[in-house]
């Protein structure tokens, strides 16, 4: 028995400016997975990505089409408003972002807005359940008011991961978190990850084929603005349907 | 001979030295690529040595002519009655006023008529040596330039570092005006606070700038406390801030935000021809339209409004300021990297909770430093309160009654004919000294603190 | 593992519908509240010019009384001699015989400026009258006629409260009547300097005493300004004394104009001894303060060229004088115009440092030449701004109106010459 999908594309499609960056893609996302989505750059995997929680309407010129189920309801319906799928489907940037405030200020911004709690002692448990579910609650805890861009690339990442915990989304995108850190930093995240998994279904965009093999479940490969393959990632890397996705695996193509 | 026709000889003769060392140059080779640089530059080392040392002779003249005609007539005075009445400094005032003056010529004294010819001698004296003695170094510059020009000579070189210093010079001019600023103000300033204590100055509450005319004039006390100016100068900015921040910041988000390029491209030009008006059509306009209207709306609800109102200046220097925060903080927003602001739309944030709570306080910095320098414009200002707010130095936080402000009191204590030497005129220059160091401070502040946010971001 | 969260706090976000109203209600607010500021703004700007051109458009017209001119052959034929002033007194007490008493007879003459004697000698000076006889010749009325004629006295008012007495209205109804009332093109506003009576007052002195102060200004603060600007630019070293030179334009150039007064005062006046309230002064001043506005402006217009074209200058062999020179300011010499237009725009527009040097006396010559005692065109302004008299409110107005025409057509040229120019790298 197939399991219903938590998300699931049908036919998605992004022009920027009548010029055409993603076709025909269509791929279903299970609760609880880790689906890594790869491929060489330029291919069309972060504009996907973006498309999921709705952050393609941000950018002048661009047009989706096709349909994207969360649950049980189009994403792109116009009944519904980004500002609800996005409180939903959180994200974690290339970059780390954090708010030019303290610590704590950056985990409370997300339930503050959303309302999420009633008094102050409640905004504390939630800080704390963020962070330490990030891993982060030991190195911090006695610094909570300093200014989050103080910390370490590796640390500030972290905070921008407990920042998006901190609201309860159903699934967390990720755009390349690691690319701009170092080794030591990045195995934490992935370590993260794993125990991530447990409530969040992920989807992640990674440039690295190593990283896709030890952290996701299911891998999807792009290419040229199609989705070319998806399945398990043991099959995609071992035996894969399509050549190119063998080319790309083997390195003839990236 | 006038100056326009000395400017005229002086400019034929140059070219006339620029035109003989380009002919000498070329002359003396057969081949013009034998020289080493083109023969134009040969031409400019001639000129230049012909007007240049002529032009350092003429400065020195300048300074020094005043002071030698000086003396002579120094001497000439002292043969004369004329001293007992009066100082020399005054008497030579007197004469070369008189000199100029064919109308009351007519009526003056035989002695006075005969130092007036002295003087007018001197002159013409002067002007007949200055242009022998300017042309006859010139003329040995180009004789010794003529000496030094050969083939191989690097004139190219020569010259560039002849003009290379001559912009050095030019860039130089700008620290000079601050010396001069600086000088000015500090000299005139100590004059002051010899007669009048830079306590009284500074913390006295009554401002009443009367000096006698002679020593034995009633009414000779002057009161010299200027913390009812600065009280006024504060009332009329807080009033102006007051109107121009919340406008200048609001318009700048949306302008940032939410508008469109377009629409953008033509609002923030137009909101900057606020600042492009001259502050005498803002004087006016608040002199003429904006204080009755507030008196008007006053005394309809029973309140006693004077005609100059603090508030009718203060309003309309708020609107004059409203760019300066509008402009620069549109550029401040604009500045908040994109980065910020996916972070928060990424978290189902609105757009206007996004600004508020996140793209405001990261601009918060800037737009600081963007407020300062409005303030700093503000207390600086000095059309629209000499036309709109008042002459009484009151100590009074109600906007509806007149004040008088720094600007305004450097204006009329200036304005109009007086003695260099009164603690009136000097009063004046310590009010500006006490300006420029606010303003200056102001100015810094808002730099560092710019500088300081524009280093976090880029 | 992550430990599952209290469930205390395992709320999830509120995306109730209710909630989403409130967020979007303010979301709105604040928008329109954006362009709410925006609108305030402009209607502050719109009110400014709308009240200034509602004050001063009445300016551009000055009523006129035609006069029937009684004169001699003698008088025509050597006019320089002539007593212009009976004759005028005598041509107008004849329209109106009845009046006999000294009184009445002032304020029959009060109707008119007390120029015309020297219009109609222009007139018939200009015109090459020949012969004697009666000749219609429309000459000024004074400006308490003109503002009645222009609507601004009220005639229900008490003869003791008007300017105009109620004989006055009378022989001015009387004149209406047969027509010799009109109001023609105020050429005099543009071709007289000032006046003490508003009807023969006009900006020409303002407009020539301006045109020769940023005649100085500019040949003062162009060369010097663009020659710092190369310099600091291109062969400055960047040490100490290149960031205190830096620090300093950008001071200077936030330093309030009274300021700048004052070193005028102090220094130009005083020290130097340059003559008060002439062109040469002033312009001295305008151009110290414009320095720095025309040194920022050159200093971008030079950052603006690209370094390809001075690397391809100096590769040739070209000393970095002439890459200067021959080239890279060439290229930015529209980026500098427009800085220098801009520049003296805003110093066409300056009053206070004039005050300061002097350029506030009532000057009643048209200025000759550069020493001459001059006063600029704001400063007349100003200066009419405190006049009593009514009619100079509207005259006020006007010149207000001819400064903002001139900045505005200057701003244009600087803004055309900008879009001409730019160019894309």
Redesign the interface.
Same mark, same amino acid.
């Given at each position: 028995m197939t399991a219903k999908p938590k998300m699931s594309a049908k036919n998605v499609g992004v022009s920027y400016n009548g010029k055409v960056a993603l076709s025909e893609v269509s791929i279903d996302f299970l609760e609880h997975d880790v689906i890594s989505l790869i491929g060489p750059s330029g291919c069309g995997k972060s504009t996907f990505l973006r498309c999921l929680?709705r952050?393609n309407d941000?950018i002048d010129g661009c047009v989706v089409s096709g349909e994207i189920q969360l649950d049980n309801y189009n994403i792109y319906s116009s009944e519904i408003?980004p500002? *609800?799928?996005?409180?939903?489907v $959180?994200?974690v %940037?290339q970059?780390p972002?954090? %708010?030019?405030?303290s610590i704590y200020d950056n985990i409370c911004? $997300?339930p503050r +807005?959303? $309302?999420?709690?009633n008094s102050r002692d *409640?905004l504390d *448990? +939630?800080v704390e359940?963020s962070l330490?579910?990030a891993g982060l609650w030991e190195e911090v805890k006695d610094r909570l008011n300093e200014p989050g861009t103080g910390l370490s690339g590796g640390q500030q990442q972290r905070l921008?991961i407990a920042?998006?915990i901190a +609201?309860?989304p159903e699934v967390i995108l990720m755009d390349e978190p690691c690319s701009a850190l170092d080794p030591i930093a990045t195995a934490k995240i992935e370590e993260l990850l794993g125990?991530?998994r447990?409530?969040f279904t992920i989807i992640i965009v990674t440039h690295s084929m190593q990283q896709a093999a030890r952290i996701s479940n299911r891998t999807a490969f792009f290419h040229l603005g199609e989705l070319i393959e998806e399945g398990k990632t043991d099959d995609i890397f071992t035996v894969p349907k399509d050549e190119r996705t063998q080319s790309y695996i083997t390195g003839r193509i990236g | 001979m006038n100056t326009f026709s000395f400017i005229c000889i002086f400019l034929i003769v140059l070219s006339g030295a620029y035109i003989f060392g380009h002919r000498y140059a070329l002359s003396s080779v057969k081949n013009s690529t034998e020289l080493h640089s083109l023969p134009s530059y040969h031409g400019f080392y001639v000129a230049i040595w012909f007007a240049f040392p002529a032009l350092i002779v003429l400065v020195f003249w300048y300074f020094i002519e005043p002071i030698i005609i000086k003396s002579i007539l120094l001497e000439s005075i002292r043969t004369t009655a004329l001293l007992g009445s009066t100082t020399p400094d005054l008497l030579l005032n007197d004469i070369k006023n008189l000199a100029t003056n064919s109308f009351a010529l007519k009526s003056a004294s035989a002695v006075k008529l005969e130092l007036v010819n002295r003087y007018l001698e001197l002159k013409s004296l002067g002007i007949y040596l200055k242009i022998v003695i300017l042309f006859s170094i010139g003329m040995l510059g180009i004789f010794i330039a003529r000496k030094k020009l050969s083939p191989k000579m690097r004139a190219r070189q020569s010259v560039e570092r002849v003009f290379t210093l001559v912009l050095g010079v030019c860039s130089i001019i700008a620290i000079l005006t601050t010396i001069g600023i600086v000088l000015s103000l500090l000299f005139e300033s100590i004059r002051f606070f010899n007669k009048v204590s830079p306590a009284e100055f500074l913390f006295g509450l009554h401002w009443s700038p009367q000096t006698a005319l002679r020593s034995d004039q009633i009414g000779a006390s002057g009161a010299f406390g200027a913390v009812p100016i600065f009280a006024g100068t504060l009332l009329i900015t807080l009033i102006a801030m007051i109107v121009a921040i919340p406008i200048g910041l609001l318009s700048a988000i949306y302008m940032a935000e939410y508008a469109s390029p377009k629409f953008r491209n033509w609002i923030k030009p137009t909101l900057e021809i606020l600042a492009g008006v001259p502050t005498v059509v803002y004087g006016f306009f608040a002199a003429l339209t904006v204080a009755p209207v507030i008196r008007g709306f006053g005394e309809s609800m029973g309140l006693s409004v004077a005609s100059e109102s603090a508030l009718a200046a203060g309003l309309v220097m708020g609107v004059m300021i409203i760019p300066f925060i509008s402009s620069l903080s549109d550029d401040i927003i604009n500045a908040v990297p994109q980065s910020l602001r996916d972070g928060s739309y990424a978290m189902g944030a609105t757009k206007s909770e996004t600004i508020k709570k996140v793209v405001l306080p990261a601009a918060l910095p800037g737009i600081a430093g963007s407020i300062l320098l409005a303030v700093s414009r503000a207390i600086g200002e000095t059309m629209i309160v000499v036309m709109a707010a008042g002459l009484a130095a009151k100590l009074t936080a109600n906007p509806l009654e007149a004040v008088t402000t720094v600007t305004v009191q450097i204006v009329t204590l200036l304005v109009g004919d007086q003695e260099f030497d009164s603690p009136k005129t000097l009063a004046a220059f310590a009010l500006g000294l006490v300006l420029f160091v606010v303003t200056l401070i102001l100015n810094i502040v808002a730099l560092i603190i710019v500088r300081k946010y524009r280093e976090k971001y880029d | 593992m992550i430990n599952p969260m209290p469930k205390s706090i395992d709320r999830g976000p509120n995306l109730s519908a209710e909630r989403f109203v409130k967020r979007y209600r303010s979301e709105k607010c604040f928008k329109y509240l954006g362009l709410f500021a925006i609108g305030i703004a402009l209607s502050m700007l719109i009110v400014l010019t709308s009240s200034i051109i509602f004050k001063g458009h009445s300016a551009f017209w000055q009523t006129h009384i035609a006069i029937d001119v009684q004169i001699t052959s003698e008088d025509v034929a050597s006019i320089s001699n002539a007593n212009f002033r009976g004759i005028t007194r005598t041509s107008i007490r004849s329209e109106f015989p009845e009046v006999k008493s000294r009184r009445d007879k002032k304020q029959l003459y009060k109707l008119f400026s007390n120029g015309i004697s020297f219009e109609i000698k222009e007139y018939f000076f200009k015109n090459k009258i020949q012969s004697g006889g009666i000749y219609r010749v429309w000459v000024k009325a004074s400006a308490d006629i003109d503002m009645l004629r222009k609507g601004f006295i009220n005639r229900d008012l008490e003869e003791t409260n008007r300017r105009i007495s109620d004989k006055q209205l009378k022989w001015y109804d009387q004149l209406d009547q047969e027509g010799r009332i009109e109001k023609k093109f105020n050429v005099t506003f543009f071709t007289a300097a000032d006046s003490r009576e508003p009807e023969q007052a006009g900006i020409l002195g303002a407009l020539v005493g301006s045109i020769l102060t940023l005649f100085i200004t500019l040949i003062l603060s162009f060369p010097i300004g663009v020659g710092a600007a190369i310099y600091l630019e291109e062969f400055a070293k960047k040490n100490y004394w290149s960031d205190l030179i830096e620090v300093n334009i950008n001071n200077l150039a936030a330093v309030p104009s009274i300021v700048f007064g004052l070193l005028g005062l102090a220094v130009l006046l005083n020290w130097f001894g340059m003559p008060r309230s002439a062109p040469i002064a002033g312009g001295a001043v305008l151009a110290l303060m414009t320095l720095p506005t025309i040194i920022i402006s050159s200093r971008s217009a030079l950052k603006a060229v690209p370094p390809s074209i001075r690397e391809a200058a100096l590769g040739m062999g070209a000393s970095r004088l002439q890459t200067m020179l021959h080239h890279v300011v060439p290229l930015a010499m529209p980026g500098m115009l427009t800085g220098a237009i801009i520049g003296m725009a805003q110093a066409l527009g300056e009053t206070a440092p004039l005050l300061m040097m002097g350029m506030v006396a009532f000057i009643v010559d048209v200025p000759g030449n550069l020493t001459d005692a001059a006063t600029v065109l704001p400063v007349q302004i100003f200066l009419w701004a405190d006049a009593p008299e009514r009619a100079f409110v509207e005259r006020t107005s006007a010149a207000i109106m001819v400064l903002l025409l001139f900045l505005v057509t200057m701003n244009l040229v600087a803004i055309l010459l900008r879009k001409h120019f730019e160019r894309r790298w």
């Open positions: 929680n952050m941000t408003d500002v *609800e799928v996005r409180a939903r $959180g994200m %940037f970059k972002n954090p %708010f030019p405030k911004y $997300g +807005i959303h $309302g999420m709690a *409640e *448990e +939630i359940w330490t579910s921008c920042r998006s +609201i309860h125990q991530l447990s409530k | - | -």
